[in-house]
């Protein structure tokens, strides 16, 4: 009988420490892709190439959240540059209302993520799974607020600096058509929720302590 329970001891101590070694080179994973898809979150913040213009357009621009870009007039040298305008801190010289929500939804969810991000200094201090579970949330809240962003957004396409280059019309884009940064803010909500959903599983599933009774029977 002794035997038996020495053997049940040991083995149990072996899945545990596979369990374990499993478990955290999975949260190592995920905290990596938290951190990727805050830098992602900001490029796509920042990046005014949500919208823009194709071979049908008035004349060329593109549009991002808080910042568009017309192209300027011809120079002596016969060249010309896209300008800018537009700035998240002057909130009055975004275009309109919509674009204006869209801008904060989407910097408050890139500010979430950062938050996130250094939340993960408190698998220095706290259990695993308590920390686990204040990223799970505050990852869908970043993804509800980017869910938001992208749904409000189209509805400023009816402004007239948009109407001009596109011919839109509220949820309508006209001439234009969908660029890169939009689709990977459309990317992002389903990889917030991921990893939201990722960071609950892994708070659920975080291995207990063998009992110490195995270890008065070892000493035994």
Same mark, same amino acid.
């Given at each position: ?12 101590? &072996? ?7 499993? %478990? ?39 549009? !991002? ?6 192209? !300027? /007039?011809?120079? %002596? ?11 998240f801190l002057e909130f009055n010289q975004i275009l309109n209302t919509s674009f204006q929500a869209a801008s904060f939804l989407v910097g408050a969810s890139a500010l979430l ?22 990223? !799970? ?35 309508? &884009?006209? %001439?234009?058509? &969908? ?16 990893? /939201? ?6 708070? /659920?599933?975080? /291995? ?13």
């Amino acid at each position: 009988m002794d035997h038996e329970v020495e053997y049940s001891t040991e083995l149990t101590k &072996i899945y545990h420490t596979n369990y374990v070694r499993n %478990s955290r080179a999975v949260c190592v994973l995920w905290a990596v892709f938290t951190i990727c898809f805050a830098i992602l979150n900001i490029v796509a913040f920042i990046q005014p190439q949500w919208i823009g213009d194709t071979g049908e357009s008035d004349r060329p621009g593109f549009f !991002g959240l808080y910042q568009f870009c017309v192209l !300027g /007039a011809v120079t %002596s040298d016969f060249t010309s540059e896209f300008t800018c305008t537009g700035d998240f801190l002057e909130f009055n010289q975004i275009l309109n209302t919509s674009f204006q929500a869209a801008s904060f939804l989407v910097g408050a969810s890139a500010l979430l993520f950062i938050i996130c991000c250094v939340c993960l200094i408190l698998f220095l201090f706290l259990n695993t799974a308590t920390v686990l579970r204040i990223c !799970g949330w505050l990852q869908i809240l970043g993804a509800i607020f980017m869910a938001i962003a992208c749904i409000v957004y189209p509805n400023g396409w009816d402004d007239p600096q948009v109407v001009s280059i596109c011919n839109s019309q509220t949820y309508g &884009i006209g %001439s234009c058509g &969908i660029r890169w940064a939009y689709i990977l803010a459309i990317v992002l909500i389903f990889d917030a929720f991921i990893l /939201a959903t990722l960071a609950f599983i892994l708070a /659920a599933k975080q /291995a207990k302590l063998l009992p110490e009774v195995y270890g008065k029977k070892e000493k035994s």
